[in-house]
């Protein structure tokens, strides 16, 4: 079992617009080749966590609340864990649970949910960031696009260094690069 941060992220390190949006990323030409290796990635995962800004998008740009059956779609029965604040809207027949309790108390959880297999942090990425400022981020798969915004949410707004990180593979899916780093434990 690892906890993975699996995103996209722009070639200057931002995962959306000043405004959240994730349309630069649909604008890439054959951008669907990109998504190739998501069905392998999600069959080893268990357990997902997102803050409630990504949470917000998928709700929104899938239209999951007019078509709850899109999210069991894509994410089947796994347990997922919103972190928020506010009240959100609920998925029709989702797993989903909302929290404000910290990192390590919602990475065990997940963790025994997940049983076996991986959990998908889907971001944002000061959330992951927590998790890996409590050592408990295992793995970042971030895949690159062809594009730059200059400013918006970052990829990982810390400070981790290559003492830290370690480059285990790098992909081609069409104009997209797959990097994989390992990650260990702050000292």
Same mark, same amino acid.
């Given at each position: 079992?690892?906890t993975?941060y699996n995103?996209?992220t722009?070639l ?5 617009t000043?405004?959240?949006s994730l349309?630069?990323?649909f ?8 998504e ?6 999600? +069959? ?6 997102m ?7 998928v ?7 007019e078509s709850?059956?899109?999210w069991?779609?894509w ?5 997922t864990w919103?972190f ?8 029709a ?5 909302f929290?404000r309790a ?9 963790a +025994? ?7 998908w ?6 959330l992951?960031g ?17 594009v730059t915004?200059?400013?918006g ?5 810390r ?9 285990v593979s ?13 990650v260990?434990?702050?000292?």
């Open positions: 079992m690892a993975i995103t996209a722009t200057d390190g931002f995962l959306a000043t405004d959240n349309q630069w990323l604008d890439v030409p054959a951008a669907d080749e990109a190739d290796g998501i069905a392998d990635f999600l +069959a080893g995962v268990g357990a997902l966590v803050g409630s800004t990504t949470y917000e998008w709700v929104e740009h899938e239209s999951l609340l709850p059956d899109t069991t779609a994410y089947g029965d796994r347990p919103v928020t604040t506010r009240e959100l809207p609920v998925v027949g989702a797993d989903i649970r929290t910290p990192v390590a108390e919602v990475h065990a959880e997940a +025994a949910a997940a049983g076996d297999r991986d959990i942090l889907m971001g944002g990425g000061d992951v927590q998790f890996a400022d409590a050592g408990l981020l295992d793995r970042i798969v971030a895949t690159v696009a062809p915004l200059g400013a949410a970052p990829l990982l707004p400070d981790i260094r290559s003492d830290r990180l370690r480059l790098v992909t081609q899916r069409g104009q997209f690069a797959e990097l994989t780093y390992e260990r434990s702050p000292s």
